[in-house]
């Protein structure tokens, strides 16, 4: 396995515990226990550039975990896509996409956790970086953009999300559309 990878996951590790900490040092008193969001996502990613392309991937396209601030309708979510194939007689291919959002939920985050749940429309701008190493050659891209969902519950502390988002990857200059559809799982 090519060194560069091992940089992206300490870099992945490195944002997880911060965010957590983050999320963790601001909670008052009065706020209670934090809710996590865990979910899975399929994704389907549509680039228009330089250098057209189409990415679907099922069931799951990535993992993500959202950490809800304290009495506040933000929560902030860290997701990943990691990846290695390695065939006889060829060098191995590691693929990653890391990526951090902040979710704004247009409803208290509590709606979607309570007795009877509600479906909440949310906003999440996100940034991240993705690309492929193999035999020591890594081609990686800075990408933003901004995503509009919907968390609806399917029953107490799990929801389906529906999310279409927009973005930029600065390397090939592609414009992208992207949906997402996954499941997620609340704790308190």
């Known amino acids: 396995m090519p060194r560069r990878p091992f940089v992206v996951i300490a870099t992945l590790v490195g944002l997880i515990a ?10 008052s008193p009065s706020s209670g226990p934090n809710t996590l969001e865990f979910g899975i996502d399929a994704g389907a990613t549509f680039g228009f550039g330089d250098q ?18 304290p009495n506040s309708r933000w929560s902030i979510e860290p997701a990943t896509f ?4 390695k065939v006889e007689g060829a060098d191995g291919v590691f693929v990653y996409d890391l990526e ?4 704004y939920h247009l409803a208290p985050p509590s709606d979607i956790t309570a007795p009877t749940p509600v479906s909440v429309v949310y906003v999440r701008p996100f940034i991240g970086v993705q690309g492929a190493s193999s ?23 799990i929801a389906w999300r529906l999310e279409a ?7 090939n200059k592609a414009f992208r559309l992207g949906l997402l559809a996954g499941l997620s799982f609340f704790t308190k």
Do not use: C, H
């Open 135 to 157: 035999g020591g050659k890594d081609d990686s891209e800075f990408f933003m953009g901004a995503g509009l969902g919907v968390e609806l519950p399917a029953r107490q502390n």
């Open 82 to 85: 990691l990846s290695w194939t």
């Open 100 to 103: 951090v959002g902040a979710l």
């Open 52 to 69: 057209s392309s189409v990415q679907i991937t099922l069931p799951a396209s990535r993992f993500r975990v959202g950490f809800f601030l």
């Open 165 to 171: 988002n927009t973005g930029y990857g600065f390397d």
């Open 18 to 27: 911060a965010t957590g900490s983050i999320a963790s040092a601001q909670r």
